[in-house]
């Protein structure tokens, strides 16, 4: 059973709390958009309540708007509460909620969508179904792009690494079904696939990685640190945590992807791709050992990342470690 039908068997028992996970929030965002959407759920619009997003905090004051919210007796079959980002509530707030995901008024569903469900309290686990999301796997990230007329080999390969970090982007592709290679230049392809600012900076960063690497000198990294700084000025403040670290994920799945390619035979696909890269790289372990360093610095900051110490030492990292 996939996370859909969970989720309709779930639906129709209320009251329930539940947690629907997945790492990539565009993924959520399509079933929550699918969720409210269903006729034959039958929920009426004054029995929805939006809170949080992914970015900022939930705070004591949301709970408590949910709670006035649940006391108003429903309209349809169902009075559905999702709150977006449920691992960023704060203790004030989870505490306060502690109650009603226990014991849920009538009719009333909750759904907390996180993308990380191990964040959230244990206390607040213990009261929630968990469904876990899966996102599109490797293979059927590939089977799509090989589907899409004017593609080339490279083109595809670019776009595998985005579509890992980006659903919206393989939907989009999937939607299409043929593009003009031409229009696919990374200098324009953000106004190709989307209006969207922080997908179009995490569009960017597949570009930015080639020139980090190609790059010959400390001063040309510094010019495009300050490029990147001016692209997050076009993000408001309090995402700006979150794009940045988008932009780590996206650079870890390029560290491994290109290790697997170095010591695993079998991905010789991605060796053809990677090769480039690789060729600068005289031992996997400095890989590894940046992947380690990543993930410290990753799970470290939480909501007091000093974002521009951390861009710039992810950028001087990766161009020492592929330098030409």
Known sequence: MNAVDSMIKILKSPPVSLCVMCDDESILEEMDEWLVNDSNLGIKKSDLMKIGDWWGTVGIDDVRRVERFLRTPAEGRLKLVRIFGAENMNQEASNAFLKTLEEPPRKAVLILYTRNFYKLPSTVRSRVILITVQKPSRDEIM??????EGLNEK????????????????????????????????????????????????????KLLYRVIESKSEEEILNLYNEFL???????KDRIHGIVKKFLKFISYFLRDSLMARVHAEL?????????????????????????????????????????????????????????
Request: one cysteine or more; hydrophobic letters at 40%.
């Open 230 to 236: 001016d692209h997050l000025k076009k993000v408001e």
């Open 155 to 206: 083109k595809i390969w670019d776009l595998f690494v985005i579509c890992r970090m980006s659903y919206k982007v393989l939907k989009f592709l999937k939607k299409k079904g043929k593009i003009d290679s031409s229009s696919l230049n990374f200098d324009r392809l953000d106004d190709v696939l989307t209006p969207d600012v922080e997908l179009r900076i995490s569009l960017y960063f597949e």
């Open 268 to 324: 010789i696909e991605h060796k053809e791709f990677f090769g480039y890269f690789m060729k600068s790289v005289h031992d996997p372990a400095d890989i590894l050992n940046f992947l380690r360093e990543l993930r410290t610095v990753y799970e470290s900051q939480r909501g007091q990342m000093d974002h521009e110490l951390v861009i710039l030492w992810t950028m001087l990292k990766l161009w020492k470690t592929f330098k030409r």
């Open 143 to 148: 089977r799509i792009l090989k589907e899409v």
